[in-house]
């Protein structure tokens, strides 16, 4: 790839002018080879076959053709040379022209000079190019070397008698992966070999330090309650969210530093590596530099943890955030955690606590406007003004009504009285719990369901009926609905006809109605967020169409049935269906007019906290 090309020549640069105090070596990854007895037979001297580390040696070989130039003959001779044994490919060929085309571009981008330098750091013997003004090269210049592994025939019967070079690299490239950019970040702060000689055992002993400092951050911020805080996912590490930070810093003051610098996956290690440098001397500077802004960056995320307030407001930030934009990647909340981060250091704490409650206030705040086909819509006077927040309703304002209950089951658990009653931000994110469930059940229109749905309706309902002693108030509609369930049985188009349709939709419509009227609320209310709670899908799906105790046993046994995946059921959606907003309950059964305006009132009051203030 045009990257990998160019990252080996910057390379190769960097390191023939760093300043080591004595000699050292650049040293390519490994290549695999194995002794090809019948051409080194035929052509005399020794021909290997090249198992693994083609790329990189296809590459090199390119790169002394360019330089070829400004190398003696009688060392241009002694370079290696290639055959590749394969049908027609042209794709191969395709790449290759790639490859030149991009080491020409590259030297002609840098000079001559540069290009001299390549051809030193490669042949050490070519010191006397012109370019270079040098009569001698010194004894102790840098060079580069390879690792290479020679699978003689003593190994070879390790794998097997017949074991080809194809099987041989396919053994030894399965399951390889690449490096990540926070391991090459973490070689970085860790290796000793680029300082100077005299700091060297100090230095190994700092690395060994830092490395289980380093470690212990990186279990941190394992705690899924500190990364769900966080609201992130797609990192290859924890601390790589940290060193994002870094990144972010270093950029803040020097914009250069990401110069020809691809958004890549390795983009924070492009950026920091940028930052430190080759120069040896200031090579110990730039690391502790780099570490205490490592150090900083995790305790000031360890302090929003530990601060209760400060844990929940920001998690609800970024959270709310994920809802708005959920085809955002996880990274991409790196951002808003930066500019929480700069709002930190910047204010003070109570102007940073403020400004946290005024982010969630502008999320929060309702903007939806009533259009014509609206339950709200009861004039022209409606049209396109703001919903009230007593007017926000099921299908008309979801993510208005999923965004306040969030709010409110953070801000309960914020204040309760336990004394730890960290909201779980990983589980509501996990378990998706963005369901809106009505707490009294909503009427059913048979426009969309099937006839069978139909029955298990009506047989919930026969339950209910009978089991809070009403079951004689209903007779007639039941039975029509039973009527309707043989009739079906014994003519399966008999519910499609629309005279039989309507008759079953007028018997559960007067169904629906006397549990309504049981409730005390009618078809407008019942969509609005005094009748609504927070649950995940499948526990919509669970609770159906019953009563409101009935529901109560079905959430608590859901939340308790596996200890090791719980499902979660938000705090405020508990407090709702154990009827806890109404201090002298007395039918369990309902979701009474009290219980709703009681609920409704500390929603309000909470909502009214936070966008008061933008």
Known sequence: EEKQITDLLCDLVEFRNSSGESKSFYCLQPVVVTRNKELTGKKGHDIYDLIDGQQRLTTLRLIFNKIGDMLPEELYS??????YERKDTPIDDYFIEQANATIDNWFKKKGALIKAQVAEVLCPEAAQISYLNQEEYPEDCHDVRVIWYDIDEETKQLYGTNMESVDIFNRLNYGKTGLTSTELIKALFFQCDQYLDAEKPLRRQ??????????????NLQNPYLWGMLGTADYDSHIDLILSFVVRRLLDDNPMLAKDV??????NYRVINNYIGSNQKRWSYNIDQLWLMLQDSYVVISNWYNNQQWYHLIGLCITLKKLKEKKTKGKDYANLIFEIYKLYIKEPKSKFTRQLKMIIGKEVRINSQIGEKSIMYKSESDKGRVYRLDEICYNECNQDLIRILLLYNVDVSLHS????LNFPFHLFDKCKTTSLEHIHPQNLSLDDIKFDELCRWYHRKEEELERIGKLSQMKEPLQ??????????????????????????????????FFNELAKIDETLMHTICNMALVDKDTNAALQNYLLDKKRSILKERENHDPENPVFIPIATKMVFNKEFNNSPKDLQ??????????????KRVYDEYTNII
């Open 78 to 83: 002694k370079i290696y040379s290639i055959d």
């Open 206 to 219: 700092l690395a060994f330090s830092r490395s289980c400092e380093w470690d212990i951050m990186e279990k």
């Open 262 to 267: 691809n958004d890549d996956k390795d983009y």
């Open 417 to 420: 009285t336990n004394e730890r």
């Open 480 to 513: 029509i609905l039973k009527n309707a369930e043989k009739e079906q049985e014994s003519n399966s188009k008999w519910f499609d006809e629309k005279e039989n349709h309507a008759l079953c939709q007028k018997a559960v419509t007067s169904i629906d109605v």
């Open 590 to 603: 309902y979701w009474t007019e009290k219980d709703r305006k009681d609920y409704f009132a500390e929603i």
